[in-house]
């Protein structure tokens, strides 16, 4: 029994030496592909194995996923990482406290939306930004549906915008107690209970999204 437990913890050690080097290796290459200016730089293409041509795409929406990924990690240059990329989505915010996808050096227009509006406003508020919710949540409001759930695009006639599962998820995710969220969790449940998924989302590559 005295041998097995021993090879058991021999076995838990390797295993958490592999892990921790993984978590360094993962951090030394995120701080080699941060910008001076906080963003984190993020590569598309048109190739799902990412084989091929691919051009830098700036928008503050990846900079504030993988900030949100560094907030699990206790580690003093992943505190480092964050921080800088904070500073990023402060400065990529536009008047009223709304985001857009991509940023003015990107050189492509497009219309403040709520799914980057939320995500890098959920950000803001879990860092302790004092401004949120109240600097846009007025606004954010103003932008549903009868049935209460959120078009996409902010600066668009309703007529004209789109209803996406996915950036209603991230709209409740950012009002968390507040009362509407409450309508956007039932409209939700209603596209899971008719096996809508696939069919509720415009923005996104798959239902694991």
């Known amino acids: 029994m005295a041998a097995n437990n021993s090879s058991k913890l021999d076995n838990d050690s390797q295993l958490y030496g592999r892990v921790q080097k993984a978590l360094l290796d993962g951090l030394d290459y995120l701080k ?9 730089c993020i590569n598309i293409t048109r190739h799902p194995s990412m ?6 795409d700036s928008t503050p929406f990846a900079t504030g996923i993988v900030y949100y990924a560094l907030s699990f990690l206790k580690h003093p240059t992943a505190a480092r990482l964050r921080l800088k990329a904070l500073f990023f989505i402060k400065s ?21 939306d709520l799914d980057d509006t939320a995500v890098m406003s959920r950000i803001l508020f879990d860092s302790g930004d004092d401004l949120f919710p109240n600097l846009n949540i007025q606004r954010i409001l103003e932008n549903r549906d009868k049935s209460g759930m959120f078009y996409t695009w902010l600066n668009k006639p309703h007529a004209i915008n789109d209803v996406d599962s996915v950036v209603n998820c991230n709209c409740a995710w950012y009002l968390g107690d507040h009362p ?7 409209g939700l449940l209603e596209v899971i209970k008719k096996d809508q998924v696939s069919s509720s989302y415009w923005y996104y590559l798959e239902d694991l999204a």
Do not use: C, L, R
């Open 32 to 40: 080699a592909k941060q910008h001076d200016d906080g963003e984190f």
């Open 51 to 56: 084989i091929g041509p691919n051009d830098f």
């Open 92 to 112: 990529q915010m536009q008047k009223g406290g709304v985001w857009s996808y991509w940023t003015e050096k990107s050189g492509k227009e497009i219309v403040p």
């Open 180 to 186: 509407a969220a409450k309508s956007v969790m039932k």
